[in-house]
């Protein structure tokens, strides 16, 4: 059985030490596509002083837009690419969260402190979980990771951490944290909203790369035959456990950053990160964006936000959300990056496609 060696043999060849190999799968993001993404983050970073200097809701918007986007490429690398449906990653998001505003409160408001340690939170949470739940498959997995979810969201939300230690408060209970402040680094201080867009930009950027990184890996090879066929890549010698816990925890590190970008952001901390209805938007988010691109699931994120802000005045805007839900799964199975794909190869025919996903979908309502 390949060992723990093997592995870390993998991770070194994910940053460029070393040369393993791994089973042959599909490439995360095509040249083309790198490209492209390199333009997207041109025209945000060009975008954002105009949205600031003549509607600063843009930008907070846009910002919150990354900060998901990134909670959805984290999801995305252990859904899309290992198979692991998680019903947890809002403890992750949340516990990275609360990092942040206790650390920014008691210690220091240096990001290039907190956001490391917001990160190794979520790694941490979700190391925790996954030891406990990569032992299960399926739907039976996703149940175990919304158990501890849960778990973790009434520990925040009874403050028993403070209980414990006999503090007079520690995660603030039912009320949260309130009045974090935002982040300073090496002389910059990001109270600007305009500075601490272009900061959540550049991390975010810099996770997409890295996760495209490990996706194109041996490593990341691996994980897809793990989600194609786990016995067989059990009969192989692969330690599957070992790398769905590796890959979780992985994907607990990028959630538990999104919650450091968040809080400091909204200034508050409160259990509702934790809350599985977190978890279960981030679900939404892949499926509309196409899961297992990451690209796609970061377009899903920005989009259920974009949507989520603009309709809020609506009373009855989870049924527009839901019909637009329903509609791409009919129309656009793949999902938004599916669609894209699909008119950049073959504009011509669109219309005609869309037509035959509506036709097969009656065909299977039917049976």
């Known amino acids: 059985m390949r060992s723990v060696t093997d592995l870390a043999g993998d991770l070194r060849a994910t940053v460029g030490i070393g040369g393993a190999t791994g089973p042959a799968g599909e490439e995360a993001l095509s040249a083309q596509g790198r490209l492209a993404a390199l333009v997207v983050a041109a025209v945000l970073a060009a975008f954002a002083p105009i ?61 290039l402190v907190v956001l490391p340690l917001a990160a190794l939170s979520g790694v941490v949470v979700a190391g925790f979980i996954g030891w406990f739940s990569v032992r299960a498959k399926g739907i039976y997995f996703a149940m175990l990771t919304l158990a501890f979810a849960q778990m973790f969201y009434v520990i925040v939300f009874t403050d028993l951490p403070a209980r414990l230690l006999g503090a007079e ?80 925890s992985i994907s607990g590190g990028f959630a538990g950053l999104a919650g450091g970008l968040y809080v400091p952001f909204q200034s508050v901390a409160q259990p509702g990160l934790l809350h599985w209805t977190i978890s279960g938007e981030l679900v939404v988010m892949l499926l509309l964006g196409g899961m297992g691109t990451l690209w796609g699931p970061m377009l899903g994120g920005a989009f259920v936000i974009y949507l989520e802000e603009r309709l809020a005045e609506f009373a009855t805007w989870e049924i527009i959300l839901g019909s637009v839900f329903v ?8 999902g938004l990056a599916g669609t894209i794909v699909s008119i950049r190869n073959d504009p011509r025919n669109a219309l005609h496609n869309a037509n035959r996903a509506l036709r097969n979908y009656i065909e299977k309502v039917r049976g």
């Open 169 to 248: 408060a520690i995660t603030g209970g039912d009320d949260g944290l309130f009045g974090i402040p935002l982040y300073e680094a090496v002389g910059i201080d990001f109270t600007s909203r305009l500075l601490y867009f272009y900061l959540a930009l550049v991390l975010v950027m810099l996770s997409f790369a890295l996760l495209v990184r490990v996706a194109n890996s041996p490593f990341g090879r691996t994980l897809q035959g793990i989600r194609e066929n786990e016995e067989r890549m059990r009969f192989l010698g692969y330690n599957v456990r070992r790398y769905k816990l590796v890959a979780f």
């Open 327 to 334: 509609i791409v799964v009919i129309f656009a199975p793949q």
């Open 51 to 111: 949205a600031q200097a003549f509607e600063p809701f843009w930008l907070n918007l846009l910002t919150r837009m990354l900060v998901f986007a990134l909670l959805a490429l984290s999801l995305d690398f252990v859904f899309g690419y290992a198979g692991l449906l998680s019903f947890g990653h809002a403890a992750m998001f949340g516990a990275g969260g609360y990092a942040a505003a206790i650390l920014v409160r008691e210690v220091t408001s240096n990001a």
